[in-house]
């Protein structure tokens, strides 16, 4: 068979990235392959300068390609990003020191309503009970959530040397961008304000036996995204999209957004992927599929499909999460795949 450029970039796909499950293909690192005849040349492109992470993956790179079947001669080579910081937005080189959190796992979405806050919420629940010690941060300004979602109505107390303690419910150390603000006040926040908010949750959050901390973004994709993005060192994010096409555009601006900070992505989730009427029949409301067929396009890995669940609804006006109430429906057990994804992934 000749070599083809996607037949290398299938191969590359078994050098899995120093530290997680996934590979290289789909964080980005491989920037280009070029055929000639029986050479080939590959070339790395690596988030951050860290000699240890490049001579690893340069080695499985070279072990690959040393093990393709017609490949005379090869070449490797690999470059730096530049880090890249919004025009006009002052952006801290280095995201806060954080002692304790080991994993900051983001949620995301192009636009509101389409389940960004659900899903953080279940995903959290179903992650502690697959391991110790999960926070949940509700960081979207234009609508905090997640307090009535979890059914916390008290707010956070706060330590004489003014550091603010969680809230803790059903296991999970919460904090909220609602604890802090009027409802009325969160339509005027603006980038900095924003990116101030955020890195006060993890700098003045006594967050000490948290390891892992689900962060609700808020919707879109815009600058002061990119400016959130940065106060928080990331180990990934997840974008949640509903089928339809026109939600499905937003997908790919996610996607473009998380790439160009480096911020790994963990998957797409499609919420309201579908409906099963009390008959048993399935019913695809909003077309289903679509959230697959992007992650297929944009070459990162598809997380599942949530169905559309009255009781997840109620549950969230409940402050009742469904992963708690319904364990064994499907929705909840579509949350507990997708969290044994995210954990095998960052871990
Ligand atoms: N799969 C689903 N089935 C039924 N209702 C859902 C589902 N996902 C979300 N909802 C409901 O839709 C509304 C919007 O969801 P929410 O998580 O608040 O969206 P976002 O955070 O993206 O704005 C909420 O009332 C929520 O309970
Ligand atoms: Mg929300």
């Known amino acids: 068979m000749p070599l083809t450029t996607e037949g290398i970039k299938s191969s590359l796909k078994q050098v899995k990235y120093p530290g997680f499950s996934r590979d290289i293909v789909s964080f980005g690192i491989v920037n280009d392959i070029e055929v000639v005849d029986s050479k080939v040349r590959v070339s790395l492109l690596l988030p951050k300068p860290d000699d240890k992470i490049q001579s690893e993956i340069t080695e499985s790179v070279r072990k690959v390609l040393s093990k393709t079947n017609g490949i005379s001669d090869f070449d490797i080579s690999v470059n730096v990003r530049e880090q890249k910081s919004a025009p006009g937005q002052q952006i801290p080189t280095e995201a806060p020191a954080q002692p304790g959190i080991k994993h900051f796992i983001a949620v995301a979405s192009g636009k509101g309503g389409v389940g960004k806050s659900t899903v953080a919420v279940n995903i959290a629940i179903e992650m502690s009970k697959l391991v110790d010690n999960v926070g949940l941060m509700d960081a979207d300004v234009y609508g905090p959530s997640i307090p009535i979602m979890l059914g916390v109505n008290s707010r956070p107390q706060v330590t ?188």
């Open 160 to 347: 004489p040397e003014k550091k603010i303690i969680p809230i803790e419910k059903y296991g999970l150390k919460l904090i909220s961008i609602g604890f802090l603000v009027n409802e009325d006040d969160a339509v005027i926040w603006r980038g900095p304000m924003v990116h101030g908010a955020i890195k006060q949750f993890i700098e003045d959050v006594l967050w000490e036996g948290t390891d892992f901390l689900v962060i609700d973004l808020p919707p879109g994709t815009g600058d002061a995204h990119l400016s959130l993005i940065q106060a928080v060192p990331l180990s990934g994010a997840l974008i949640v999209t509903t089928p339809q096409e026109v939600a499905l555009i937003d997908v790919k601006r996610g996607v473009q957004m998380f790439r160009k900070l480096n911020v790994p992505i963990i998957g797409i989730v499609e919420n309201m992927s579908y409906l099963i009427t009390p008959g048993g029949e399935t019913v695809d409301i909003f077309g289903r599929g679509g959230g697959r067929r992007m992650a297929e396009k944009f070459e990162v890995p598809f997380l599942g499909e949530i169905p559309i669940d009255p009781q997840i609804r109620k549950g969230g006006d409940q402050g009742t999460p469904i992963t708690l109430t319904h364990a064994d429906s499907s929705a909840a057990k579509a949350f507990r795949e997708i969290s044994k994804e995210v954990l095998s992934t960052i871990q």
